[in-house]
């Protein structure tokens, strides 16, 4: 079964300070990688996603992953994060094809915590 | 509006008792989809539907039961059988099957007394 690690379960950073949230996952076929974000007591938003192209994606508000094949990441990072970034982020992925096809597998998530 | 409606936003039940959790979404989308999200073990599949009157178990499908009758609706009910009940419960949508990017309900949590 497809497995995602992110290997960070908090991070605290200082307002303005570059942040990189880290994701692997294991799967030995293609995949489409999403990051999702999540606001207290809220369901989850997707951030970015990458489907296929290229491998450095972004999103409307400043954050960017990259899709690295032969290591199997998907980090996300932000050069400048502000106190709203504070969240709770999940990386997913998707295989394409096999029984599973359809189906997100979560990650366990990673607290950011952005103080003044 | 469009969108996922996932009702009621807080749950409480005495335990032994089942509860059905309400998702009603107007997207159009064929998938359907129930996790059930415990702090630090993110999100786990409960169960998901693809097409109407047609489910599949998740990874964690025991003490929970579903249905799709309707391409809007897919209640999930939590019943006395599940051991440890009290989470935040997330629906989802997909809108056909092949299209991985899935669509969130604001949730509820359900808190088992």
């Known amino acids: 079964a497809q497995s995602v690690t992110q290997l960070d379960s908090q991070v605290p950073v200082f307002e303005e300070a570059p942040v990189e949230l880290r994701c692997n996952y294991s799967s030995s076929v293609s995949v489409y990688l999403f990051w999702y974000v999540q606001y207290p007591n809220q369901g989850l938003q997707l951030l970015l996603k990458y489907l296929s192209g290229s491998t450095l994606v972004e999103s409307i508000n400043g954050f960017e992953a990259e899709f690295n094949k032969s290591q199997t990441s998907f980090h996300l990072r932000k050069p400048s994060v502000h106190i709203s970034d504070t969240a709770e982020y999940f990386c997913a992925v998707s295989e394409l094809r096999g029984s599973t096809l359809g189906r997100l597998y979560f990650g366990r998530g990673t607290q950011l915590t952005v103080w003044p | 509006d469009g969108g996922i409606t996932q009702s009621p936003k807080y749950l409480f039940r005495k335990e032994g008792q089942n509860v059905t959790l309400s998702c009603e979404q107007n997207?159009?989308?064929?998938?359907m989809y129930w996790y059930r999200q415990d702090p630090g073990q993110g999100l786990r599949l409960i169960y998901y539907s693809q097409i109407v009157n047609d489910f599949q178990k998740g990874d964690i499908a025991e003490g929970y039961s579903v249905s799709r009758e309707k391409k809007e609706s897919f209640p999930l009910t939590v019943t006395s059988a599940q051991k440890n009940p009290t989470a935040f419960y997330l629906c989802?949508?997909?809108?056909?099957?092949?299209?991985?990017?899935?669509?969130f309900g604001p949730g509820t949590r359900l808190t088992v007394l």
């Open positions: 997207l159009n989308h064929d998938a």
């Open positions: 989802a949508t997909a809108p056909r099957q092949g299209v991985y990017e899935q669509f």
